[in-house]
């Protein structure tokens, strides 16, 4: 992964960044600090996991992504939505 300066400060000011990415895409893991749409406490508590060969991943439920999506507007999100939603 690219080294950056990234710093504690920068982390936390959720006025200047919301997102910092590590790698390059397809091999990247995105950070977000907030989500457009969605209440971290909300998301917490409705989020699900899974554990694969003894790590355990916890993801966003379909229905925070979905709110998180909408809050975007991007058309990506918007088409994602269609695809998602039953």
Same mark, same amino acid.
């Not at 977000?32 to 966003?60: C, H, P, Y």
């Not at 925070?64 to 058309?75: T, W």
């Given at each position: 992964?690219?080294?950056?300066?990234?710093?504690?400060?920068?982390?936390?000011?959720?006025?200047?960044?919301?997102?910092?990415?590590?790698?390059?895409?397809?091999?990247?893991?995105?950070?977000?600090?907030?989500?457009?749409?969605?209440?971290?406490?909300? #998301?917490?508590?409705? #989020?699900?996991?899974?554990?694969?060969?003894?790590?355990?991943?916890?993801?966003?439920?379909?229905?925070?992504?979905?709110? #998180?999506?909408? #809050?975007?507007?991007?058309?990506?999100?918007?088409?994602?939505?269609?695809?998602?939603?039953?």
């Amino acid at each position: 992964m690219p080294v950056f300066d990234m710093t504690e400060e920068k982390f936390l000011d959720l006025e200047t960044a919301d997102v910092f990415t590590f790698g390059r895409p397809p091999v990247s893991i995105d950070i977000l600090t907030r989500l457009k749409g969605v209440q971290f406490e909300n #998301a917490f508590n409705n #989020a699900l996991s899974f554990e694969d060969n003894g790590l355990m991943v916890r993801f966003i439920h379909l229905n925070n992504l979905i709110d #998180a999506k909408k #809050a975007s507007g991007r058309y990506k999100d918007l088409d994602d939505i269609e695809k998602l939603s039953p």
